[in-house]
C-alpha cells in the first residue's frame, strides 16, 4: 500500500510542476474532451493491494473480471490536474458468477509524461463498490475475520498512454480494488485485487 500511494504521489506532484510548462506553450487554456468511456478486462491475485503491483510475480487466482465504465471531468485543463466523476460495473467469475457496481471521483495527472508522439497520464479513483456476491478469496477473508464484502470502498489506480495520431483513444493498465478501509467496513481489510488493462474513448 505505501509503495502504491507513493507511485501516484510522485505523479501527481509531476504532473502540478509540469502544468505551468504546458501552460506556456499557448496563450489561452487547453480544454480536451471531458467525459470518455471504457471497457477493461483482468485477473485477480489472492495478494494484498501493494503485492498486486507485482505484475508478473504476484499469485494470480482463476478468477477474471470483464467491466466498462463512464467518466466525466468537471475541473482542470488538458495536460493538467484534472478532477471529475467515475461510475461503472464488472462481470466477476471465479468460480461462481457475480457483478460488481462503482461510483466514485478520480483526479488525473494528464499528461505528466508527453512528447511529440505518446502522452502518459495518472489518475486515481476512490468511491464505493457492491457486488452480488464475493469471490472465493472475498470469501475467505471474510470467514477469517467475519466479515461481509459486499460493500467496500473502491481504489483504481492506473497508468494510461495515448498517441498524437490518436489522443482520443488511449491504452491502460488499472488496479481493481475493494477493502473495508482498515476495518471501515463490513469488518474487512482487503477485499479483492486484479490486475488489470483496457480501453478508453475520450469526446
Same mark, same amino acid.
Given at each position: 500500500m505505501v509503495r502504491l500511494v507513493s507511485l501516484f504521489a510522485f505523479s501527481f506532484i509531476a504532473g502540478a510542476f509540469s502544468a505551468p510548462s504546458y501552460a506556456q506553450q499557448g496563450s489561452e487554456p487547453v480544454h480536451g474532451p471531458d467525459s470518455n468511456i471504457f471497457v477493461f478486462g483482468g485477473v485477480? *491475485?489472492? +495478494? *494484498?493491494?501493494? +503485492? !498486486? &503491483?507485482?505484475?508478473? #510475480?504476484? $499469485?494470480? =487466482? $482463476?478468477?477474471? &473480471?470483464?467491466? #466498462?465504465?463512464? =467518466?466525466?471531468?468537471? &475541473?482542470? %485543463? +488538458?495536460? #493538467?490536474? @484534472?478532477? #471529475?466523476? %467515475?461510475?461503472?460495473?464488472?462481470? @466477476?467469475?471465479?468460480? $461462481?458468477?457475480?457483478? %460488481?457496481?462503482?461510483?466514485?471521483?478520480v483526479l488525473r495527472s494528464d499528461g505528466f509524461i508527453r512528447n511529440e508522439h505518446v502522452k502518459i497520464s495518472a489518475s486515481i !479513483?476512490?468511491?464505493?463498490?457492491?457486488?452480488t456476491n464475493p469471490l472465493d478469496v472475498e470469501v475467505a477473508r471474510e470467514i477469517s475475520r467475519n466479515g461481509d464484502s459486499t460493500l467496500l470502498f473502491y481504489m483504481a489506480p492506473e497508468l494510461s498512454i495515448s498517441t498524437a495520431d490518436n489522443p482520443n483513444m488511449e491504452a491502460f493498465w488499472r488496479i481493481q480494488h475493494r477493502s473495508g478501509g482498515w476495518n471501515t467496513l463490513g469488518n474487512m481489510g482487503e477485499g479483492a485485487n486484479a490486475n488489470t488493462v483496457g480501453v478508453r474513448w475520450k469526446f
Open positions: 485477480y *491475485s489472492s +495478494e *494484498s493491494v501493494g +503485492e !498486486t &503491483l507485482n505484475i508478473i #510475480g504476484t $499469485d494470480y =487466482q $482463476d478468477a477474471y &473480471l470483464l467491466g #466498462g465504465g463512464y =467518466q466525466h471531468f468537471f &475541473l482542470g %485543463e +488538458e495536460n #493538467g490536474l @484534472r478532477a #471529475g466523476l %467515475e461510475a461503472g460495473a464488472a462481470l @466477476r467469475k471465479g468460480p $461462481d458468477l457475480s457483478g %460488481e457496481a462503482w461510483a466514485g471521483v !479513483t476512490g468511491g464505493l463498490s457492491l457486488v
